[in-house]
């Protein structure tokens, strides 16, 4: 089975950039497309960026021009860079197997001061 380990979150003031990385271990790294998706206090988890197997993206309109998705298949990697962050990016950060969610890890927070 394999287990998806989320870093990289953090304080940040509005306008500043967060790198997160989510590697995966145990199975080898599957074919499967992964993502990143997030929760806000009283907010539905959702899509924030997918990438799958091949290399196609996909991104909420919110964090389309911001935010950018990739993937090192060499080293089991998925990374989610986050620029001109804004208050409203404040969340839970998780990362999971794309378009269709496994079990989830426990993220990684990131807020963003105004």
């Known amino acids: 089975q394999v287990q998806l380990v989320e870093s990289g979150g953090g304080l940040v003031q509005a306008g500043g950039s967060l790198r997160l990385s989510c590697v995966a271990s145990?199975?080898?790294?599957?074919?499967?497309?992964r993502a990143w998706y997030r929760q806000a206090p009283g907010k539905q988890r959702e899509l924030v960026a997918g990438?799958?197997?091949?290399?196609?993206?996909d991104y909420a309109d919110s964090v389309k021009g911001r935010f950018t998705i990739s993937r090192d298949n060499t080293k089991n990697t998925v990374y989610l860079q986050m620029n001109s962050l804004k208050p409203e990016d404040t969340a839970g950060y998780y990362c999971?197997?794309?378009?269709?969610?496994?079990?989830w890890g426990p993220g990684t927070q990131v807020t963003v001061a105004s």
């Open positions: 999971n197997t794309y378009p269709i969610p496994g079990r």
């Open positions: 145990g199975r080898a790294f599957s074919p499967n497309g």
């Open positions: 990438i799958t197997s091949g290399g196609r993206t």
